[in-house]
Each structure stands twice: as structure tokens, then as C-alpha cells.
T-cell receptor, first 108, second 114 residues
Framework: QKEVEQNSGPLSVPEGAIASLNCTYSDRVSQSFFWYRQYSGKSPELIMSIYSNGDKEDGRFTAQLNKASQYVSLLIRDSQPSDSATYLCAVNSQNFVFGPGTRLSVLP | SAVISQKPSRDICQRGTSLTIQCQVDSQVTMMFWYRQQPGQSLTLIAT?????????ESGFVIDKFPISRPNLTFSTLTVSNMSPEDSSIYLCSVVWGRALEQYFGPGTRLTVT
């Protein structure tokens, strides 16, 4: 069974710090990787997708992929209280598999 | 990205009744899915809505309980039948869009069964 694992958190970081969210996956042939942000009571919102090994940066967000280690991470620089949400990792290999999510709390 | 709408946004229903949730997309999409998300939990895939054919259900979900229609490439419905309080959840439709095959979600339907 294909699995995606994340620390459930909560992960608490002070405002302005770097938040680091991690995700591992079991299916070695996975090709596409996604990070979603979900605010309480809202639906998931796609914030980053990554397909190749290495880093991909978009504003304050950086996704990192290491296929050999089956590991994908999301870094949020200069964390803001508005970043407080649950972050879902998703992996696509023939079908989408979502992790359980990590709850991030950014403290003012 | 595709714009996805769902109706109703929320509903409170009595045990034993059925509710049909509609999902409308502003562009034609091949892949459309229905998910359930219970409070504090991650997403659980119910089924893939196939245009012009029967939906493909995940383990633990059956057509009699969650009938799905997909009459065209922009619209789908999910019915929650013979509801019980255990069906209280958020129901989300999603589509896979674009060459990057990114998945986007509708705003969700919050269902409470009393």
C-alpha cells in the first residue's frame, strides 16, 4: 500500500523564523509531489508542486525533493501568523496519495 | 487553475435521508474526484467520477451509499444516501488540471447529520 507520512505536529515556530515541514513516501516510482495549505474550515489550497530533485522556490516557500531518500520538504521563510494552518503533502504515482498533514502554528 | 464550485456549502440533514452535492467546474476536465474529510483528519478518497461510465470506488465505499453521476466534463454529483451521524463530514470535489496534472479542490460541503 502506498503511504505518505508526515509529523502531525503541532509545529510551533516564532514569527520571522523558518518553518520546516517534512514528508516521506513509500512508492519509489512516484513522479509528482505537492504541498497544500489548509486553513481551518477551508478546503486545501495548492501552494507548491515539484517534479525534479533539488529545490524549487516560490516567494517565501521552498520545496525540496530527494527521490533517492523518498523525501520531500517545504520550507517557509519569514513565517507569519497567517501561515498558521495544516500543510498536506501529496504524492502522485498513478493516483494521488495524501499525507495526514502537519499543523503549523506561527507565534506572534 | 480551474474554478470549482460546490452546492450546497453546508447542510443539516436528518438521519435516514439523502443529500445530493453538486460540483461544477468552469473548464472541461478529464479527472474529477470526490473526497471526504472528517474533523481533524486528512482526506479520504471516496471515488473517481468517470464521464459517461460508472464511478470507480475506493475500498470501503459503495455505489449504493454514495452514488455518483458525471454527465459531462464540467459537472458531477455525489449523493450521500440513507445518512447516519457517522456521515457528518466535509465532502470535497477535486479536479486534476493542466499539463502539470495538479489537483485543485472545490470549497467543500459541510454536512451534519442529526
Amino acid at each position: 500500500q502506498k503511504e505518505v507520512e508526515q509529523n502531525s505536529g503541532p509545529l510551533s515556530v516564532p514569527e520571522g523564523a523558518i518553518a520546516s515541514l517534512n514528508c516521506t513516501y513509500s512508492d519509489r516510482v512516484s513522479q509528482s509531489f505537492f504541498w497544500y495549505r489548509q486553513y481551518s474550515g477551508k478546503s486545501p489550497e495548492l501552494i507548491m508542486s515539484i517534479y525534479s530533485n533539488g529545490d524549487k522556490e516560490d516567494g517565501r516557500f521552498t520545496a525540496q525533493l530527494n527521490k533517492a531518500s523518498q523525501y520531500v520538504s517545504l520550507l517557509i521563510r519569514d513565517s507569519q501568523p497567517s501561515d498558521s494552518a495544516t500543510y498536506l503533502c501529496a504524492v502522485n504515482s498513478q493516483n494521488f496519495v495524501f499525507g495526514p498533514g502537519t499543523r503549523l502554528s506561527v507565534l506572534p | 487553475s480551474a474554478v470549482i464550485s460546490q452546492k450546497p456549502s453546508r447542510d443539516i440533514c436528518q438521519r435516514g435521508t439523502s443529500l445530493t452535492i453538486q460540483c461544477q467546474v468552469d473548464s472541461q476536465v478529464t479527472m474529477m474526484f470526490w473526497y471526504r474529510q472528517q474533523p481533524g483528519q486528512s482526506l479520504t478518497l471516496i471515488a473517481t467520477a468517470n464521464q459517461g461510465s460508472e464511478a470507480t470506488y475506493e475500498s470501503g465505499f459503495v455505489i449504493d451509499k454514495f452514488p455518483i453521476s458525471r454527465p459531462n466534463l464540467t459537472f458531477s454529483t455525489l449523493t450521500v444516501s440513507n445518512m447516519s451521524p457517522e456521515d457528518s463530514s466535509i465532502y470535497l470535489c477535486s479536479v486534476v488540471w493542466g499539463r502539470a496534472l495538479e489537483q485543485y479542490f472545490g470549497p467543500g460541503t459541510r454536512l451534519t447529520v442529526t
